[in-house]
């Protein structure tokens, strides 16, 4: 049973446009969420998080933004650079605080020249 | 200060045999977690250990078990190894095992099984 979907596999976004990559989840006690972007050969790094308790959370050209309601969750980038190119991982994270993170399945992102 | 490092990077094995992939957190971070990267699957969550303890288990059969040492750095091994074993084994670093600790990612290590 995958909690936290990530339903693209891959988007290409022309550079200095948004990228928008979205990310789906069932379990309603999951109150903390964040992005996690992986390049070749390398771990991931940590992008951006966001609490439940708020709606939207930005760091400089990356946005976060949470619909609780349709436990729904987006990451905005604006504008998409080349170095954007990567694979982004969502994750979330359930109130019981000795819970696992559960990872989605990455969407892979390239930006065009 | 250095980041997480996971020794080998990478490794060739056969099935039947065994292994153990090696990793080393950032000094102060007492928290250990491995994950298992394949292409269809994403990142699933293997362990995590804290203080030697481990906290959490993901969904993996006994052939997958780790430990923790007091310096805090972690092993994982891997028994009976499996066509499907193959695949990218990241261990990440945090300070605490609270869930909201950023995690900090090694490179991770790259097993092969034939």
């Known amino acids: 049973d995958q909690q936290v979907k990530q339903n693209s596999p891959s988007l290409s976004v022309q550079e200095g446009r948004i990228s928008i990559l979205n990310c789906d989840y069932t379990n309603s006690m999951f109150d903390y969420f964040l992005w996690y972007k992986k390049y070749p050969a390398e771990g991931p790094t940590f992008l951006i998080s966001?609490?439940?308790?708020?709606d939207k959370n930005e760091d400089g050209r990356f946005t976060v933004f949470l619909n609780k309601s349709a436990k729904h969750l987006s990451l905005h980038i604006v504008p998409s650079q080349p170095g954007d190119s990567a694979v982004y991982f969502c994750a979330a994270s359930p109130g019981n605080r000795d819970d696992k993170i559960i990872f989605g399945k990455g969407t892979r992102l390239h930006i065009l020249p | 200060k250095a980041g997480v490092t996971q020794t080998p990077r990478y490794l060739i094995k056969t099935r039947g045999q065994q292994v153990t992939l090696s990793c080393s957190p950032i000094?102060?971070?007492?928290?250990v977690s491995w994950y298992q990267q394949t292409p269809g699957q994403g990142l699933q969550f293997l362990f995590e250990?804290?203080?030697?303890?481990?906290?959490n288990k993901g969904n993996f059969p006994g052939r997958f078990s780790g430990r923790q040492f007091s310096n805090s750095r972690s092993e994982m091994n891997v028994s009976t190894l499996e066509l499907g074993d193959s695949a990218l084994y990241l261990c990440a670093s945090s300070l605490a095992i609270s869930k909201h600790n950023e995690q900090f990612f090694g490179p991770g290590t790259r097993l092969t099984v034939l």
């Open positions: 250990y804290f203080s030697e303890t481990q906290r």
């Open positions: 966001i609490s439940s308790i708020k």
């Open positions: 000094s102060g971070h007492r928290s």
